[in-house]
């Protein structure tokens, strides 16, 4: 592009360079290649952040990385309604009773209609609940009949545990089981490391989340002990949970009252002696361990306790530290219909104020509009084969790469990625233009 003549001489090169700048920042304006508020079919990478977990958005002292997202934007997953902070009730419907959780959600499972809930997006610690995640992630990974040894770290994890210990008596299933009835934090990782270690993990359960849509879910640990960065929403953990009802052995071992978990063969010598975690070892093989080949065992009951007094409770997962407070996820079946409580961030005993909501929510699901929605899984993109070409619907046009990038939910060929791609082209010809002129004057100039 060659400098224009007019009344007033040559175009300066000042001139063009405010010019250049008028243009990119109308380009930013327009907000290329940016998805519009709200969309979610492409997921952004996971940010090393969390919430405080708090009502106000504040973070907890001494935490700098959960900071971080305390002016984060509200998630619209699932329906606008859900980026509020306080209570969110369909109109013409008494609220759900009152609850002490910063955060909670009452779900239709089958439908999954949301039906009341509070601070459903807000980014909160999910304490012993991610171990739903952690289950759901590694039930179709692992062969549920392989024996593991566990190592000496899993073994002596600190929190809550089941016992393990390093000798390979351990079937996967076992320590599934362990995971969701006792929240057997050994067990988690146990399990992490029979899929490859706890960064292949972590990388597969966050993987996990991002195909559920649960975007307010970062996984730092598969046990869900206070780390920094590490948090979850009463709407995500509902996805996960609604995910996992669908899964026979998930919903097995979220149900079980008592079950069975292996022991070493020492302790049948020790029969009904208190471990140095204070369980009580109960064991039915004979105590004589040349005379049986019999493993010992112990039982564990279901740390769940609507599971053994709601009726219909099919159960899910509890959970809670000291910074995390009290959370819970669970569902319960009445008449056919099955309905999803989750609280968080509760400072007390939640198990009564759960049982009422699940009673709301029974009596009230189809009576009107819900205010949201639980979103279903992103089906993953099919892997095109090296050296082939996307294959265009005939009839179509390929769109450019301005449309290409004009977020999810919209179909990418409105005017505004038009404008956009005409400026952006504008963009490139005056800079080259401006290029090419100082390159001629400079030229110009050596000759004189």
């Known amino acids: 592009m060659l400098p224009t003549r007019t009344n007033r001489g040559t175009t300066s090169v000042k001139t063009r360079v405010t010019a250049l700048g008028t243009m990119v920042a109308a380009v930013a304006l327009l907000g290329v290649?940016?998805?519009p508020v709200g969309a979610t079919a492409v997921p952004s990478p996971t940010p090393?952040?969390?919430?405080?977990?708090?009502?106000?958005?504040?973070?907890?002292?001494?935490?700098?990385?959960?900071?971080?997202?305390?002016?984060?934007?509200?998630?619209?997953?699932?329906?606008?309604?859900?980026?509020?902070?306080?209570?969110?009730?369909?109109?013409?419907?008494?609220?759900?009773?009152?609850?002490?959780?910063?955060?909670?959600?009452?779900?239709?499972?089958?439908?999954?209609?949301?039906?009341?809930?509070?601070?459903?997006?807000?980014?909160?610690?999910?304490?012993?609940?991610?171990?739903t995640l952690t289950a759901l992630t590694l039930i179709p990974k692992l062969d549920k009949n392989r024996k593991i040894k566990p190592s000496d770290r899993a073994s002596n994890v600190e929190g809550s545990a089941v016992g393990i210990v390093p000798e390979p008596i351990y079937k996967i299933d076992d320590l599934l089981r362990a995971l969701l009835m006792v929240s057997a934090n050994d067990a988690a990782e146990a399990l992490a490391e029979?899929?490859?270690?706890?960064?292949?993990?972590?990388?597969?359960?966050?993987?996990?989340?991002?195909?559920?849509?649960?975007y307010d879910t970062v996984a730092k640990t598969p046990h869900g002990l206070d780390k920094p960065g590490q948090r979850s929403s009463a709407y995500d953990l509902a996805l996960i949970a609604r995910a996992g009802l669908k899964m026979p052995r998930f919903r097995e071992y979220i149900s079980t009252k008592v079950a069975k978990f292996p022991a070493p063969k020492d302790y049948d010598k020790k029969k009904n002696k208190r471990d140095g975690r204070g369980r009580e070892r109960r064991h039915t093989a004979d105590p004589d361990a040349s005379r049986s080949p019999r493993p010992t065992y112990y039982e564990m009951g279901n740390h769940n306790r609507l599971l053994w007094k709601y009726p219909g409770m099919i159960g899910v997962k509890n959970g809670w530290t000291s910074k995390a407070l009290g959370s819970f996820v669970g569902a319960a079946t009445r008449n056919g219909h099955t309905i999803i409580v989750v609280v968080m961030h509760h400072p007390g005993g939640f198990w009564d104020e759960v049982a009422k909501l699940l009673d709301w929510g029974f009596a009230n699901r189809g009576k009107a509009a819900p205010i949201g929605r639980l979103v279903g899984p992103v089906v993953p993109s099919p892997t095109p084969a090296p050296n082939t070409l996307p294959v265009r619907p005939p009839g179509r046009t390929p769109a450019s790469p301005v449309a290409a990038a004009g977020g999810a939910g919209g179909d990418g060929g409105g005017p505004l990625p038009v404008v956009a791609a005409v400026l952006a082209g504008g963009v490139l010809l005056i800079g080259g233009g401006a290029a090419v002129y100082g390159i001629r004057r400079r030229r110009r100039a050596n000759r004189t």
């Open 33 to 35: 290649g940016t998805p």
């Open 48 to 131: 090393d952040v969390a919430d405080s977990g708090g009502p106000d958005g504040t973070a907890p002292p001494g935490d700098a990385e959960d900071a971080k997202a305390a002016g984060a934007p509200r998630s619209t997953v699932g329906g606008k309604l859900l980026a509020g902070r306080g209570l969110i009730v369909p109109a013409g419907l008494k609220p759900p009773p009152k609850t002490e959780a910063s955060a909670f959600l009452i779900a239709d499972a089958d439908t999954g209609a949301v039906l009341a809930a509070k601070d459903p997006h807000g980014r909160y610690r999910p304490a012993s609940t991610l171990k």
């Open 194 to 214: 029979a899929n490859g270690g706890m960064a292949k993990t972590l990388a597969d359960m966050n993987k996990e989340a991002r195909i559920l849509q649960a």
